[in-house]
Structures are given as C-alpha cells and as structure tokens.
C-alpha cells in the first residue's frame, strides 16, 4: 500500500530536513543546503555557495577579458559584455607587400600585380600620396606623358642633367598674355655661386697677422643663424689671409656672426669678416629690355639696347654688361633689308672704338 507524505500548501515556518522534490511557488526564506536543481524565477540574494547553469539576463560580465590580435596586424580591446567594443589596429611596419594583395581591377584605374603596382590611363590624376604628401621613388621614374609642375620650385638634385629638346623657354606666362620684351626680363640663367642668402659665403682678414697660431678650424656665434663653420692656414704661426675655406654655410644668418678659431696664440690676429651669401651677386645671363637710354624694339629711337646682358660674379657690387649685336644695312631700325650683322669692342684707354661684321 501507499507511503502517506506531509505537503506544504500554506505559508509554514520551520526546517525541511527531508529532500524536497516538487515545485514550490511563493517566498523561499530562509537557508537551503544542498543542490538546488531546476529553474528559479526571482531574486536569490545573499548565497555564499556556487550556481552553476545559464542566467535568464545579465547587464555585463563579472570582469571585463581582454580580447587580442598579434602579429603583422595588432589589435586589443577590453570587453565585458555590456555592449559593442571597437579598437584600431595597427599594420607593422614592412608587413604587407605586393604579392599580399589581390589584384583589384574593380574600376579604379589601378591594378596590383605582384610587387607591382600600376595606374593606367583610365586614372586621371592621384591625388594622394602618403600621409605627409610625398612621394619617394628609390629606383628609376619613367614617365611617358608629360610631367607638369605647379608648385614654386622645382629642385633637380642631380650629378648631370641631360636635356634632349634643342630649345629651353623661360618666361612663358599663364593666361591669354603674350610674354613679350618687357615680361621677359630678367629670364636667363644664374649660377648659385653665392648662395644662399641666409648662409655664410666667405670668411677672410685683411691682412696676415697673429703668432703662435695652429691651423684649424672656424665657427660662427650670432648673426641670427647656425651651422656656418669652414677652416683655416697658418704659416710660421701666422694667420693667413685668404686661407679661410668654408665647409659648411649654414642657414637662418640675418647678419654677419662673429668668428672664433679653433686655435690660440699670441698677437693679435686682425678682424675676421664674414661674408653673407647674397643671390642679387650670382654670375649670369640674363635678357633685359632698354639697357641704357631709347628703345631698340622698334618703339622709339634707337639708341638703347634690348637682348641679353651679362652679370659677372661679384662679392659686392656687380655690373650687367650688356652683349650688344648690331645690324648694318641701308635702311631704318627694324629693317629687312639689312646687309649683315656684326659686333663691337670700345678700347677705352685708348678711345678706339672696333667694329667687327658678318
């Protein structure tokens, strides 16, 4: 026969020593010691035991785990499950090559082949390069197209420039303006023979003096710039003029510094000038309108001259000599009836004037 069992169906206060098998609905206060298996739906407060099974609903984890990539590509991120985590990642540096990449012929005009990687015509223009906005090239450039530059200068940092077109042409304005004599000058050719501005150009005394010097080197103090520094002779112990060499100009000089040698003695050695560079004293060739008085463009009288000058090197003032061409024939200024052309030499001291024709 049946084994007679005790439940609980109203509120009852007391020690359930027995297992309890079954559902039990309402407030549970009290202790539990054992497992408890099964669903609970509510609150469990102030349990020092362990729960084991899946939460109904959780805000986030108990700690945060962090979450990590290595490699070429690195990349971590603290995540605790309370909602959506993102992190940059970092490509190393020399990590990600040609042969790494897909080729992409997906209409932008640029397709990767190998350790190639190539812009056909269908790309007009790159408009950008890197992060700083250059572009290095360690081997050779090849460009079949022209090569436009729109920048202030353009710096060809070459041993020897070779130029195939038999025509070089400076002064070529933009806009619907003509260049003509007046735009034109001042175009040629200069040597940087002392540049730059703001460095130290020369360095030398006026005469040789000091005793019991050595030679050696010169540095510069004030002036405004740095980096100037060059070196020096000496004979007997003596300073010699015109033995100052420049080794370095430096740059940001708005003055000339002073010099101090490397070396010491005794007597005193007389006042070491510095020369700043100045590009107004570049040797050069230059085409320069009305040099003189009049107009020889066929404007007015001729009796100045147009064409190309030359600027000699100079360490302080320089001249422009122009090179003067002259046309002989019958007829006015601007003819085409000339009968040759031909070139002059003034003698000055002796007043003799030497006209040589074609």
Not at 99 to 107: C, E, L, R, V
Not at 330 to 356: K, V
């Amino acid at each position: 026969m049946g084994t007679w069992a005790k439940v609980v169906t109203e509120s009852s206060a007391g020690v359930i020593t027995s297992a309890l098998t079954g559902n039990v609905t309402g407030d549970l206060t009290g202790d539990v010691t054992g497992d408890v298996t099964g669903d609970v739906t509510g609150d469990v407060s102030g349990s020092s035991g362990s729960c084991t099974g899946n939460a109904a609903t959780a805000t986030a984890l108990s700690s945060a785990d962090n979450i990590a990539m290595t490699g070429d590509v690195t990349w971590n991120v603290n995540f605790d499950g309370s909602g959506d985590v993102t992190a940059a990642g970092v490509i190393a540096a020399d990590a990600v090559h040609g042969t790494m990449i897909n080729s992409d012929a997906g209409g932008t005009g640029i397709t990767v082949s190998g350790d190639a990687i190539n812009i056909d015509a269908a790309q007009p223009t790159v408009t950008s390069i890197g992060p700083a906005g250059t572009l290095t090239v360690n081997q050779d450039l090849t460009v079949t197209g022209d090569l436009i530059v729109s920048g202030d200068t353009l710096k060809v940092d070459v041993g020897e420039l070779l130029v195939e077109d038999k025509i070089i042409t400076l002064a070529n304005v933009s806009g619907t303006t003509l260049p003509d004599t007046s735009s034109a000058t001042s175009s040629g050719v200069q040597i940087e023979a002392y540049s730059p501005a703001d460095g130290v150009y020369s360095v030398n005394i006026a005469a040789h003096s000091g005793t019991g010097y050595s030679a050696g080197t010169w540095t510069t103090s004030g002036g405004g710039g740095t980096g100037a520094t060059g070196a020096y002779s000496v004979s007997l112990g003596v300073v010699q003029k015109d033995s100052f060499t420049v080794t370095n100009h430096g740059s940001g000089y708005t003055s000339a510094p002073s010099i101090t040698l490397s070396s010491s003695g005794g007597g005193n050695v007389g006042t070491i000038t510095a020369v700043l560079g100045n590009e107004s004293r570049n040797p050069s060739i230059t085409w320069a309108k009305d040099q003189g008085a009049g107009h020889t463009d066929g404007t007015g009288d001729a009796d100045g001259l147009t064409g190309w000058a030359l600027g000699n090197a100079a360490s302080t003032a320089r001249n422009r000599i122009p090179i003067a061409v002259m046309q002989f024939g019958d007829s006015g200024p601007g003819s085409t009836n000339g009968e040759g052309i031909g070139t002059f030499h003034f003698e000055g001291d002796a007043g003799n004037l030497y006209i040589r024709t074609s």
